[in-house]
């Protein structure tokens, strides 16, 4: 097998010497006198230069400034007051991350909800109020409807209804 590979090698150098070195030596000369010359760069006079200063003007003009804080303060018509602001708007608990359902249970006497808050999992009914008889919602929290054909709990929270659906 090695003496095999070994007669390759040397096979593929001699043709390769043999084809390459047996051609004709050819003169390769390269003649550079009919390359076009660089072109000169001319000083530009001073003249010049002023009549380009008034059309800078131009554009100058038509710039838009930027606008200061009281100016944006002012567009904002909702969300934020203001925008550079980092927390001016309290977080509803219940829209964050911290509640999530994640089941429904329709029996012959009730209608339950499962669902996570806060890292606690529970049930909670049509007559749970949050901070007044269950944890599982923050405090002033009523659930108002558990729609366990449609999948949606229906939440007052802050003179809101709030939908979760599963």
Not at 9 to 24: E, K, M, V
Not at 76 to 90: E, R, Y
Not at 109 to 119: D, I, P, T
């Amino acid at each position: 097998m090695k003496t095999n590979i070994i007669y390759k090698i040397t096979f593929a150098f001699i043709s390769s010497t043999l084809l390459f070195g047996c051609q004709p030596k050819n003169n390769f000369d390269i003649d550079l006198s009919n390359l076009p010359k660089p072109k000169t760069v001319k000083n530009i006079n001073k003249e010049n230069q002023i009549s380009i200063k008034p059309e800078d003007k131009v554009f100058i003009k038509d710039l838009v400034s930027l606008e200061n804080r009281a100016q944006i303060l002012s567009k904002s018509k909702f969300g934020k007051k203001d925008p550079f602001s980092k927390s001016d708007i309290p977080f509803n608990k219940l829209l964050s991350s911290n509640f999530k359902v994640n089941g429904f249970l329709n029996t012959e006497s009730e209608k339950y909800a499962f669902v996570k808050y806060l890292g606690i999992e529970g049930r909670i009914s049509e007559k749970s109020i949050g901070g007044v008889n269950t944890n599982l919602l923050p405090e002033g929290a009523k659930v108002i409807n558990i729609d366990t054909k449609n999948l949606v709990l229906t939440i007052d929270y802050e003179n809101e209804n709030l939908l979760f659906e599963l």
